[in-house]
Each structure stands twice: as C-alpha cells, then as structure tokens.
C-alpha cells in the first residue's frame, strides 16, 4: 500500500510525455474514436432494423457473434494483416463496441409503444417522420444505456493499445509487468477504474438532460378502486 501512495505522490509520474495527465489523454481519444466509429455503424443500422424489421436475424446473431469475439485476438490478427499502430486497436476496439450500441438501438425501436407508432401514422407522417419524431425519442434511454455499457467495455479494454507500442493508461500496466513494478501496475488499475466511472456517471448525466422525464421515470399503472 506504501509503494502505491508512494507512486501517486511521486512528481516524475505526473509531467512529461509519459505522466498521468498524457496517458488519461490517450486513454479517452482512443475510447472516442473507437465510439465514434461504433456509433457511426450500430446506430443507424439498429434504427433501420428497429423500425423495418428487415435482417433482425441477421442482425441479431452477427452482434452475438461478436460478442463471443476474443477482442485481444482481433487485434493480433489485425497486427499481422495490417502491422503495428493505430488502426489495428481502433478495429479490435469497435468490434467490441458495435454489439451493445446495436443491441441498445434496435431494442430502444422495438420497444415504443405500437400504439403511439399507430397513431403517428394516423396523423398523416411519413416513415421517416415517425423514425425520428417518435421511434428515436422513445427509443432514447436504451441507445444511451447501450453507449454506457460501450464506453466502460472500451475503457476497460484500450488498455491493449499499449500491446501495439500506443499509450494510454495501459502502458502502467503493461510497462510494470514487464519490470515487475506492481505498484504501478496497480496504480494503472486505479486510475483506470476511476476513468471509467468519471465516463459512466458524465453519461448519466447526458441522458438526464436529453431524454425525457416521462421516459426517465417508469409510468405507475393506476388500479381501479375497490367497489
């Protein structure tokens, strides 16, 4: 526990191209790039099949299958097909992100009340007007669950950029193993944990903001009263 403290209070850890600050840095431009890129994919893709119903099989079973995708062995294979850098973490991290950001968007679409789509159609809207005036505002609260439970899977999970000569907090743990320095090891475990609660706990705050409080707060079904 003395080596840990002794790490953290330790100036040389906090300045330099290598210190604390840079390394948190890293860590989040990759995580936002990568949920960029996810985003970019799962989201209109779920909205299509959430709202048409066309390839939900497919759809379906292709985010399962990557769910069971080893990610650090993506990444091994994307180093021998494309060489060491950027680009082979970037695929192996979206890979994981995809599944849960789909599976957020298709079930947010798929769950809006068919009654509220019914009467959108009634009023005389087009596909596109019920997508985006009603299907995505209702659907909001899964999307953003789906991107919580994406962004604390990528955070957890960049710290393999550091097995491509990249940085970010993985370079902590990656570096102390290789010198057998477990305080920092574990000093890169802690400030890793913290990075992704700070990112879960920003996105709660995001979805507050946007969705809607009706959608927030479950509806209480009223019951009849006793005769």
Not at 99 to 111: D, S
Not at 125 to 143: H, T
Request: net charge positive; glycine share 12%.
């Amino acid at each position: 526990m003395g080596g840990i403290l002794q790490w953290f209070t330790d100036p040389a850890h906090w300045s330099g191209s290598d210190g604390v600050p840079v390394r948190i840095l890293e860590h989040i431009y990759y995580a936002l790039l990568t949920l960029l890129v996810a985003a970019v994919i799962a989201i209109p893709l779920g909205l299509y099949v959430g709202h048409t119903g066309h390839g939900r099989f497919l759809v379906v079973s292709s985010a399962n299958s990557l769910r069971a995708l080893p990610t650090l062995g993506v990444l091994v294979l994307a180093v021998v097909g494309f060489g060491v850098g950027l680009g082979p973490a970037l695929a192996a991290l979206v890979v994981l992100a995809v599944p849960p950001i789909l599976a957020g968007t298709y079930a947010g679409v798929q769950a809006v009340d068919r009654a509220v789509v019914d009467a959108a159609h009634g009023m005389g809207m087009s596909e596109r007007e019920v997508l985006f005036k009603v299907e995505l505002p209702n659907a909001l609260p899964l999307i953003i669950g789906g991107l919580r439970s994406a962004t604390l899977q990528v955070i957890s999970t960049a710290t393999i950029a550091a097995y491509v000569a990249l940085g970010g907090l993985g370079r902590y743990i990656i570096d102390g193993l290789s010198v057998r320095d477990y305080a920092e090891m574990v000093a890169g475990s802690i400030l890793l944990a913290l990075l992704a609660i700070a990112a879960d706990l920003a996105l709660a705050g995001l979805q507050r903001a946007i969705v809607s409080p009706g959608l927030r707060t479950p509806r209480r079904i009223r019951r009849p009263a006793a005769a």
